[in-house]
């Protein structure tokens, strides 16, 4: 599949036609805002219980689709002439079995599914993606269409970091790529020039939450400053669960008393930008993009 | 400082004269326990606030020492004519700078003090460590002398994994040893095959904790069985902390809901390693000592 190194940003034609299978979160609303900027007016495949209501995904052309009724997503698309698929947000939602109804397009892939589900969900996203792209239809990661969305290198804001953050920075991204590297998790904080707090399965909001608490509670009370870092994990599958950031990272950061955030140029996305730029400047914390191994700018 | 690979064992002559600074929690008396139970019933130096109160420590012979007076600390070794010293427990509390009494010994030991404390608090403790060796007193850790304590290898308890508890025990161990790598932790939670959960400043309780949450809000909900890992860092300072687990660490392992506990067979201490039998054996829980690069026994 495509990996980081692959995943060049793609030309869309005038008659290209592109669909968002939008999960829930920014990063859809993003994608769909920035095509559409672009002359690109996106299909969106809604999915139930995951798309975000009440945001811009919901004005563009599109249907809606149960988690249920994967099997029909490739009829849907090619009744569309879409050319192009992008995968975006979270999908956390299982199919309920019992609530899938028999149909000649889930005939059609059964076997293949079933082979897909034996190797967990992950196995059943591939075999959906290989299904679509027997179809004609080009699965692609969103920062090949809309690149705009990756982080860029250096200070992203008015704020940049202070000579005693580089440290910070540099273990938060070495304990990052550590624990990327064995498939756990995508971000560090670390305070005073060294990785205090790993994320697991909990995700970014817990762990900031987490190091919320361990200001309060003593364990690194009197500490100041400190930096989340985010980064891909290495031979990262770019079309699904790029590292984000985005305003609601800016205000927890904040929270847990950090004096900025990392992210890994054009490798992770930052949603909203004006927004995260916005609460950045206001609230003094930095925002930048790092890049190489020793997390230079 | 003795490595890991260093730290042979060490055995006390009929001459030999042993002390223990407790700081907090069961290794200080684990170890002067069984220093006893050999016939070398040690001298325990208590420290204000932080031994734990209503143990076998104070039946000792010894001498309570608050944390400020830590210059006077040669002088009641040599007083005493200790030979060898372990340093045992936790010491959370930083002096109190004006708490301390100009002294004779304070200002004998004021030039190499001030520039240990100028590397931190770990650059203190070294610095009185070699003082103290100055002094022809030898700082051992204490698994060389009271290596009894140390978790050995295979099944500790009744119960032994099941076969499919050893991919979490792999991947548990790996982890462990990444972060180890890194100086950031000791330990992770691994289930289904993944490391889940990463041990940082915040300590084995809260990782554990933080588990039992996640079993309860759904993120892991559904998931059974899954390990605990504790192992040293590669390098580890064998004479202060190296990994323990103990009758508290099976009782949260089960409120997380896991199915066993492996620790590093050699480099981490089972304290209270007959409370930790009995409560594992009745919970249902493996403890298991691993080793080698792959986490087999």
Redesign the interface.
């Known amino acids: 599949m495509t990996k980081a190194e692959g995943g060049k940003r793609i030309d869309l034609s005038a008659t290209d036609r592109i669909a968002v299978v939008a999960g829930s979160g920014r990063l859809p609303v993003n994608v769909a805002d920035c095509l559409a900027d672009a002359g690109h007016a996106p299909f969106i495949v809604l999915i139930d219980g995951e798309t975000d209501p009440g945001t811009s995904l919901w004005g563009y052309e599109g249907k809606a689709l149960a988690i249920e009724q994967f099997a029909s997503l490739v009829q849907l698309l090619r009744r569309e002439r879409i050319t192009h698929l992008v995968l975006a947000g979270g999908i956390s939602r299982r199919p309920v079995w019992r609530a899938i109804r028999p149909s000649v397009p889930l005939f059609r892939i059964l076997p293949r599914a079933l082979a897909g589900l034996a190797r967990g969900d992950d196995g059943l996203l591939r075999t959906l993606v290989s299904l679509i792209e027997d179809n004609g239809i080009k699965v692609v990661g969103a920062h090949q269409v809309v690149p705009d969305l990756l982080a860029t290198e250096g200070r992203i804001g008015a704020h940049a970091p202070q000579d005693g953050d580089w440290a910070d920075l540099r273990a938060g991204l070495?304990?990052a790529r550590?624990?990327g590297?064995?498939?756990?998790?995508q971000a560090a904080?670390a305070i005073g020039g060294?990785?205090?707090?790993?994320e697991?399965?909990?995700?970014t909001d817990?762990l900031l939450e987490?190091v919320r608490d361990?200001r309060t509670n003593g364990?690194?009370a009197g500490r100041k400053r400190g930096v989340l870092v985010k980064c891909a994990k290495p031979g990262q599958e770019m079309r699904a669960d790029l590292p984000t950031i985005g305003p609601a990272t800016v205000d927890a950061a904040h929270a847990a008393g950090l004096a900025g955030i990392g992210v890994e140029a054009g490798r992770s996305f930052v949603l909203d930008v004006g927004d995260v730029v916005e609460r950045a400047d206001r609230l003094g914390l930095f925002v930048v993009g790092v890049t190489g191994e020793r997390g230079n700018t």
Chains 1, 2 share one sequence.
């Open positions: 070495e304990a550590a624990i590297a064995l498939d756990i998790g904080v060294r990785a205090i707090a790993l697991g399965i909990e995700g817990l987490r361990l364990r690194i």
